[in-house]
């Protein structure tokens, strides 16, 4: 079974502070994602990336970076924590993933991320 | 650019049926289907790709009509498992698969 990592489940942070959320899976997978998720509005994709190195931006990528130096982790990393940055954060990845293929994504666990 | 999932909530009684839509505003090329139960991570149930045929998985069926660039997902006599939030998810651009804001199903004894 693919296996897909975050590195902490819950997460407390300041207002101000450079955050990262890890993320790791063991499948050799080429594409991987990051999602926000809150009440109402579903799963919004962040940022996410096809190959090492290579990223390309989501629906709401303001405030957040990413980076991936490996193929197996993708991190997520906001700049200068806001309180409108408090949410539920999803890794996903998939073996390639287009259009027109029938490969599925696979979850983290999720980080709940507070920002005080 | 999210797919529109309806209807928003839905309550039944274990046994019966229910049918939850996903409307793209974009020509469809596939669409996939999640389930999350609470507190967990999401959890793929099917894939369905432009010309093929009717899915299912256990009593969890879709279509795609891609005349009016929509599916369908098929909950049959649901089941106390069945309960959690569905999503699908549609394709802008060659990668970049987006998801629509989520169906919670609520099944009672």
């Known amino acids: 079974d693919v296996k897909v990592t975050q590195s902490s489940r819950y997460l407390v942070k300041r207002t101000g502070e450079k955050v990262f959320l890890e993320c790791v899976q063991d499948?050799?997978?080429?594409?991987m994602f990051w999602y926000r998720q809150d009440p109402g509005l579903g799963l919004r994709l962040i940022y996410f990336s096809y190959d090492v190195k290579m990223k390309e931006k989501g629906d709401i990528p303001e405030g957040y970076s990413v980076s991936r130096e490996k193929k197996e982790r993708f991190s997520l990393i906001l700049e200068s924590a806001s309180t409108n940055q408090t949410s539920m954060y999803l890794c996903a990845s998939s073996l390639f993933g287009t259009a027109y293929s029938n490969q599925p994504q696979h979850f983290g666990d999720g980080t709940r991320l507070s920002i005080l | 650019q999210q797919p529109v999932q309806s209807p928003q909530a839905v309550i039944l009684r274990e046994g019966e049926d229910a049918v939850i839509n996903c409307s793209s505003s974009k020509a469809l090329y596939s669409v996939h289907w999640y389930r999350q139960k609470h507190g967990e991570a999401p959890v793929f149930l099917m894939i369905l790709l432009k010309g093929g045929e009717q899915k299912g998985h256990e009593k969890i069926s879709a279509s795609f009509n891609e005349k009016k660039q929509q599916s369908s997902l098929y909950l049959t006599a649901s089941q106390l498992s069945y309960s959690g939030t569905y999503f699908c998810g549609t394709f802008w651009g060659a990668q970049k698969l987006v998801f629509g804001q989520g169906t919670r199903l609520t099944i009672n004894p």
């Open positions: 499948m050799d997978h080429e594409n």
